[in-house]
């Protein structure tokens, strides 16, 4: 099957996942300019009351600037964007964050914790295309049955909330049925494992928690430091903090007062995306991370980033077709 239209001509075959508080217009923009599509979640645009519409503010932006980026620069023009919307029944900002991103012509959709006919109709409505993420075969089912265009396959390893299959049993298990735009989220680190997702019948990789030591996101830096010294080791799978399993980062959970090898369990009912919602302390003392971190030694621009990743998987296809041809 090929690809839409938004998925080809990227400069590697990469997404970048939308960061919960820490993707903003900086890292989406330098994300897009790199050649990979950049993301962040529709509630990332938080605004006081009374104040003006953070997401129109915001929308705006990274429309015009990769406009002006793209009439500059008509032979290499930037990836384009997305924006996450988390689709479940406690995010009351749904059908309001729907609405801006028809009017904004938003390029590409991925959806969260939910699969709804009407989200998949309002992107196709202006051209655009969904992405669902799903942690199993039967969400995948679900999804594509309401209409998603493509999946994002969450696999073992992955940072925030994430499943726990191996990624090479749940690519397996959609490709069995599924030819359309696949991409494998579960530590998509290096060129190495985005060339790898591909080898097990990806289109690509979706990487998130790399994005976190990048000088343009939204995090402290006590946070973007953790992810340097850390590795697969220092991560830990839990559902207390959000209801959700999910990846953390061991010493955060550590500094917050909490054994993170003795953690009580909790469940789905404790998810809570409404704007009257407490502030969890999940998000602003317990850090989320992926598995593939140990690659990531220290904090840089986030176009440097996407060099290095592209030059690792270029590099490990030149590797990989010798090793190969050795076979044949």
């Not at 990048?214 to 839990?238: C, F, H, L, W």
């Amino acid at each position: 099957m090929t690809l839409p239209a938004q998925l080809q001509n990227l400069r590697i075959p990469l997404i970048g996942s939308p960061l919960f508080i820490i993707s903003n217009p900086d890292l989406v923009i330098a994300q897009c300019k790199a050649g990979i599509i950049g993301s962040f979640p529709a509630l990332n645009a938080r605004e006081k009351d009374g104040d003006p519409i953070l997401l129109e503010a915001w929308l705006t932006r990274i429309n015009e600037e990769l406009d002006r980026y793209n009439q500059a620069n008509p032979d290499t023009p930037a990836a384009p964007y997305a924006v996450n919307q988390i689709v479940h029944r406690s995010n009351t900002r749904l059908e309001r964050d729907i609405e801006i991103c028809v009017k904004h012509k938003v390029p590409v959709w991925i959806t969260s914790l939910g699969a709804r006919v009407e989200v998949n109709e309002a992107a196709h409505s202006v051209g655009g295309i969904t992405l669902h993420d799903v942690i199993n075969d039967r969400f995948a089912h679900k999804a594509i049955e309401k209409g998603a265009d493509g999946l994002i396959a969450v696999a073992a390893g992955a940072g925030g909330h994430a499943g726990a299959l191996s990624p090479l049993a749940l690519v397996q298990e959609i490709r069995a049925w599924f030819d359309g735009p696949l991409f494998l989220s579960g530590s998509i680190a290096t060129g190495d494992a985005l060339l790898a997702a591909q080898a097990m019948g990806a289109d690509g990789g979706y990487a998130g928690s790399a994005f976190i030591a990048t000088e343009e996101a939204n995090a402290e830096d006590r946070y973007k430091q953790m992810i340097v010294e850390s590795g697969a080791s220092d991560i830990v799978y839990s559902d207390l903090f959000t209801g959700v399993w999910g990846n953390y980062l061991k010493p955060s959970i550590a500094a917050a007062g909490m054994d993170p090898e003795n953690l009580e369990r909790s469940d789905p009912s404790k998810m809570n995306f409404g704007e009257s919602r407490e502030k969890p302390k999940s998000w602003k003392e317990i850090w989320g991370s992926g598995q593939g971190i140990g690659a990531v030694k220290e904090v840089v621009p986030a176009a440097k980033l996407v060099d290095r990743i592209a030059g690792e998987y270029f590099a490990a296809f030149e590797r990989l077709s010798g090793q190969v041809a050795r076979y044949r």
